[in-house]
């Protein structure tokens, strides 16, 4: 079955470090891709999408994501971490090897951005 | 409207009782999603409407949850029976078309936190 899978749970960076959100995904067909936020309090935001046109997607809040086949990953990168940076972020995928329409998420990572 | 409307957005009930949940979709989104977030986990896939097409139902946790979405607007969650595992907020989402199947993103309404005690 389609999957995705997050790597970490909670990361911690310094206010102006690389934010890196590790994201694989399991489907032999390149599905399509989502990064979503959920701030504190509030419902879940869409940042980016990949739907198979360019490998390097940007997303609002500088945020970015690279879809590498070889790795089955799309990992969420920001160059400088702001306060305001800190919630919950989850990858979510649909269609691949079953097509399904409905996204499936992962486990969510919690990022901490410390002053 | 707007955004996604989900009523209520907090709601505490007895165990074994019944409770219906709603969600207002984003008008001319023609596919609804209902999830699960239990706390400090992922969203759990739990219904999909598409048009009039059949529901995806795959994600029902039980014969306790059903689902109903009249033509493309407002859908009601009901869980009978209530158990305190069904602790968790309920997250609704519309998008255009079939959604993520055709790589539309999802847009999600707010939540209802359901408290069973």
């Known amino acids: 079955a389609q999957s995705v899978t997050q790597l970490g749970s909670h990361v911690s960076v310094s206010e102006g470090a690389l934010v890196l959100l590790r994201c694989n995904y399991s489907?032999?067909?390149?599905?399509?891709l989502f990064w979503y936020v959920q701030y504190p309090n509030q419902g879940l935001q869409l940042l980016l999408k990949y739907t198979s046109a360019a490998t390097l997607v940007k997303g609002i809040n500088g945020f970015e994501a690279e879809f590498k086949k070889s790795e089955t990953s799309f990992h969420l990168t920001k160059p400088s971490a702001h306060m305001s940076d800190a919630a919950e972020y989850f990858c979510a995928v649909s269609g691949g090897d079953t097509g399904r329409r409905a996204l499936t998420f992962g486990s969510g990572t919690r990022l901490q951005v410390q002053p | 409207g707007a955004g996604v409307s989900q009523s209520p957005s907090n709601k505490v009930t007895e165990k074994g009782k019944d409770v219906e949940l709603r969600c207002d979709p984003i008008s001319g989104h023609t596919a609804l999603y209902w999830y699960r977030q239990r706390l400090g986990q992922g969203l759990e896939f739990l219904i999909y409407?598409?048009?009039?097409?059949?529901?995806?139902k795959s994600g029902l946790p039980s014969d306790r949850f059903s689902a109903e979405r009249t033509g493309e607007s407002v859908s009601t969650l009901t869980i009978q029976r209530t158990q305190q595992e069904d602790s968790a907020v309920y997250l609704c989402?519309?998008?255009?078309?079939?959604?993520?199947?055709?790589?539309?993103?999802?847009?999600f309404g707010s939540g209802t936190r359901l408290t069973v005690v």
């Open positions: 989402a519309s998008s255009l078309r079939s959604g993520g199947g055709d790589g539309y993103g999802y847009t």
């Open positions: 489907s032999s067909v390149p599905p399509y």
């Open positions: 409407f598409q048009g009039n097409s059949a529901p995806d």
